[in-house]
């Protein structure tokens, strides 16, 4: 089945960094878009970064508020898609997700790691 475990989270100042990864199992990595999402208190989860398939020539994009600053990448010897967080700010806290999904016929399923904690001191 398919299993997203993420780790890398962890308490930063502001202007620091981190990297968070996500090892997965359970499908064949490089058919698979990758995406990073975050949730903050109170607010919705939202889309931070994805990188798609070998279909799509692993290309990326991200959300206007991490351009710039966060990088998303993928290795597929190690089935591990990764999260680059540089100048991170308090409003980067959140608990970010790893995401990917699957599409049988008309149905899609979407699976989730169990999420990792980022927080960044003003």
């Known amino acids: 089945q398919v299993q997203l475990v993420e780790s890398g989270g962890g308490l930063v100042p502001a202007g620091g960094s981190l990297r968070l990864s996500c090892a997965a199992s359970?499908?064949?990595?490089?058919?698979?878009?990758m995406r990073w999402y975050r949730q903050a208190p109170g607010k919705q989860r939202e889309l931070v970064a994805v990188?798609?398939?070998?279909?799509?020539?692993?290309?990326?994009n991200y959300a206007d508020s991490v351009k710039g600053r966060f990088t998303i990448s993928r290795d597929n010897t190690k089935n591990t898609v990764y999260l680059q967080m540089n100048s991170l700010k308090p409003e980067d806290t959140a608990v970010y997700y790893c995401?990917?999904?699957?599409?049988?016929?008309?149905?899609?399923?979407?699976?989730w790691g169990q999420g990792t904690q980022v927080t960044v001191s003003s």
């Open positions: 995401n990917t999904d699957r599409t049988d016929g008309l149905r899609r399923t979407d699976y």
């Open positions: 359970g499908f064949i990595f490089r058919l698979n878009d």
């Open positions: 990188v798609r398939s070998v279909s799509s020539g692993y290309s990326a």
